[in-house]
């Protein structure tokens, strides 16, 4: 999340927005987010309804939920998801500001 936050303007730039989902409750996350003044959308899943939705693991083993990262277009279409397989297992911030543009780039209509 740190990448994230330092590099926020990058995303802003291409008007795409981060929404970080997390399993703490409504007040903890709110707590985290003021005390670390995140400048992009934090959402809790206390119950884990989104992570089932999207299928991220769970692994006790492994300190709780793993990582997961889920690019959706303006059209709501899921483009890209990486499953990490531990909390390092996390694609880095070139990736996916590349993979942003890509997504774009292919929305973006044909003018002849």
């Known amino acids: 999340m740190a990448q994230l936050r330092l590099n ?3 995303f802003e730039e291409r008007d795409t927005e ?9 007040r903890s ?14 959402l ?7 992570l089932k939705k999207y299928g991220q693991e769970i692994n ?3 300190f709780g939920r793993m990582p997961a990262q889920v690019l959706i277009d303006r059209k709501g279409i899921v483009r890209y ?4 397989k531990s909390m390092q297992d996390i694609p880095g911030i070139r ?3 590349r993979l942003v543009d890509e997504i ?3 929305l973006q209509p044909v003018v002849s």
């Open 81 to 84: 998801v990486h499953y990490g």
């Open 8 to 10: 926020y303007k990058q």
């Open 95 to 97: 990736t996916i500001i």
């Open 18 to 26: 981060v929404i970080v989902i997390g399993p703490e409750g409504a």
């Open 29 to 42: 996350f709110q707590e985290y987010w003021a005390d670390n003044q995140i400048p992009f959308v934090g």
């Open 104 to 106: 774009d780039n292919q």
């Open 60 to 62: 006790l083993f492994k």
């Open 44 to 50: 809790p899943d206390p119950t884990h309804s989104v």
